[in-house]
């Protein structure tokens, strides 16, 4: 092991690759990337661009195996490709070499890092993500969303690249956005002792701990450190989706304020979508034939549904966002502009507020529970005692429960 | 269904500005004529997505002896009020159908559940059950 470099490729990589130079490197692009739409790369090459040039393609132009270890590779080969070694020629490395390093790529204002993963969905290596001093700086959360949303649907129906930024932007949340609470009797003795604390000790109580010291031998000052910190807790950041036990109390302290303001919800709805049924799922996912004019479109296979639904997960996302949205803003009468009902209400009368969380069923389903408020909507209590007290008035709640 | 609601409403627009008694036996047709195909469209759509089935999925988590979304509803004849528990007693007709609401229920044709909060039991239920 001690013959390979700590960093950069490995060495004699150049010998093992054998170049086919009977393939015409257009071809076999072209098979290799046979699909429905064109390939991104060959936009570069739009005529439109370069009149009366040669089109200017850019592409990977050596082709060949490399082997390592040499065994896997007919005799032949090894000796055409020796023979063509003796032919001077430019560079012989391969266009795509694996490095590898002694330090971890870095995670943070890596401009590389994204296109280096993913060279299908980043062709030319550019517009990746947190370039700096890009003329408007845009946040990596933002840039991920407006790529999900391209009319181009490459990333959406990459089989990774969703998760692996949804990972990053969870990590970072965490990373980023944990802080620190206090009673509020000691806030200010802790935090001027918490400012005062000098990093490298923290670092040096950090080295010590992991390393399985004990207590008793810390010195004095990494004691006190360590001691602040047993008033102080660590707060998490709330992120959605990764750790559900904190984001449930966060939740919860939430719809208790709202109660707080706007007493008990009247109403609790459950709101249950089916993604692979609607016709409107199948016009986001692209089918421009369904015609939602028709009280009963014409769909594809429910099992056509379903792989549907599988290959574009943001178009499920963006039918449940789109029904819920409608729901709240044409039969509710919700004005999200102005974020009240508007003056003719709908049909559950005039909603105040409501308060919604979506959970995925153990299907993979979204679906959404709500709380909702009515203008003008009485406490239980205050209904308990109307009803015994006025017989008009129970007669009035029951006209509307009973109606169906 | 969303065809005869834009005739109808094509119809008020259509009103001259000069007030003119509107033609009342048409209108009212016409609504009849909606409030059928409604009802239809009521029957059929609640079969298909508001009828609870004894499935598999009822009994997770250890709820071996009963449903664990508490189905069959116990059926209520009329709704009233009942003086000794201070506690409402909505309309049931059918005891394996889920709350709903008409209107909800026709105009998106999903599966939804509509609980009307009238407790303070239900309320803490509700805030914190599923949240």
New interface residues.
């Given amino acids: 092991m001690d013959l390979y470099p700590n960093d950069g490729y490995l060495p004699g990589i150049e010998e093992g690759v054998i170049h086919d130079r009977q393939s015409d490197v257009e071809d076999v692009f072209k098979e290799e990337t046979a699909g429905m739409s064109e390939h991104p790369a060959e936009l570069l090459g739009s005529p439109s661009e370069t009149p009366e040039s040669e089109p200017l393609v850019v592409m990977l132009e050596k082709m060949g195996v490399a082997d390592p270890k040499c065994d896997r590779m007919p005799g032949r080969l090894f000796t055409a490709a020796a023979l063509r070694n003796l032919v001077p020629g430019g560079s012989e490395l391969p266009d795509l070499v694996l490095h590898r390093g002694s330090t971890a790529v870095p995670e943070y204002g890596n401009p590389d890092l994204v296109p280096g993963m993913y060279p299908t969905l980043f062709p030319t290596g550019t517009s990746s993500f947190e370039i700096p001093n890009r003329t408007c700086a845009i946040s990596f959360k933002k840039q991920a969303g407006y790529y999900l949303d391209l009319a181009d649907r490459s990333f959406r129906y990459h089989h990774s690249f969703l998760f692996v930024v949804l990972n990053i932007i969870q990590r970072r949340a965490s990373h980023l956005q944990t802080h620190f609470t206090v009673q509020r009797s000691k806030f200010e003795t802790v935090a001027t002792k918490l400012v005062a604390v000098k990093s490298n000790v923290l670092q040096s109580v950090v080295d010590h701990l992991e390393n399985e010291g004990k207590y008793n031998s810390l010195t004095g000052e990494q004691k006190a450190a360590l001691d602040l910190l047993k008033h102080v807790n660590t707060i998490a950041a709330r992120i959605p989706g990764s750790q559900a036990g904190k984001f449930?109390v966060f939740?919860?302290n939430e719809?208790?304020s709202y109660?707080g303001f706007f007493g008990?919800?009247?109403?609790?709805?459950?709101?249950?979508?089916?993604a692979a049924h609607?016709p409107i799922f199948q016009l986001l996912f692209g089918d421009e034939t369904i015609d939602l004019?028709k009280?009963f479109p014409v769909l594809v296979s429910a099992r056509e549904r379903a792989l549907r639904l599988a290959k574009d997960p943001v178009a499920g996302a963006d039918f449940f966002n789109f029904?819920i949205t409608s729901?709240f803003r044409y039969?509710f009468g919700w004005d999200y502009d102005k974020r009240e009902s508007t003056p003719s209400g709908g049909?559950?009368g005039k909603v105040e507020a409501f308060y919604g969380?979506s959970?995925f069923t153990e299907r993979g389903i979204l679906h959404g529970?709500f709380?909702t408020w009515l203008l003008g909507g009485l406490n239980?209590?205050e209904?308990?005692d109307k009803?015994?007290d006025d017989d008009d008035f129970?007669k009035r709640?029951?006209l509307h429960?009973?109606k169906? | 269904?969303?065809?005869m609601l834009t005739s109808l409403s094509n119809l008020v627009l259509s009103v001259p500005l000069r007030p003119q008694p509107p033609p009342l036996d048409a209108t009212l047709e016409m609504l009849n004529e909606w409030e059928s195909v409604f009802c239809t469209q009521?029957k059929m759509c609640g079969e298909v997505l508001q009828r609870h089935g004894r499935r598999k999925v009822c009994h997770k988590y250890g709820n071996d002896d009963r449903c664990r979304f508490l189905f069959p509803h116990e059926i209520v004849e009329?709704?009233?009020?009942d003086?000794e528990t201070?506690?409402?007693f909505?309309?049931v007709?059918d005891g394996t159908v889920n709350y709903f609401?008409?209107?909800?229920l026709v105009?998106?044709?999903?599966?939804?559940?509509?609980?009307?909060?009238?407790?303070?039991k239900?309320?803490k239920a509700?805030?914190?059950l599923?949240?």
């Fill in positions: 449930k939740m919860r719809i208790r109660c008990l919800p009247h109403l609790y709805i459950t709101l249950n979508l089916s609607s004019s009280r029904c729901i039969l049909i559950i969380s959970e529970h709380l239980p209590a209904v308990h009803m015994c129970q709640f029951f429960s009973s169906t | 269904m969303p065809l009521i009329a709704s009233y009020f003086l201070n506690s409402i909505l309309l007709r609401n008409p209107y909800l105009f998106c044709r999903h599966n939804h559940d509509i609980k009307c909060i009238l407790s303070g239900a309320a509700a805030m914190f599923y949240h």
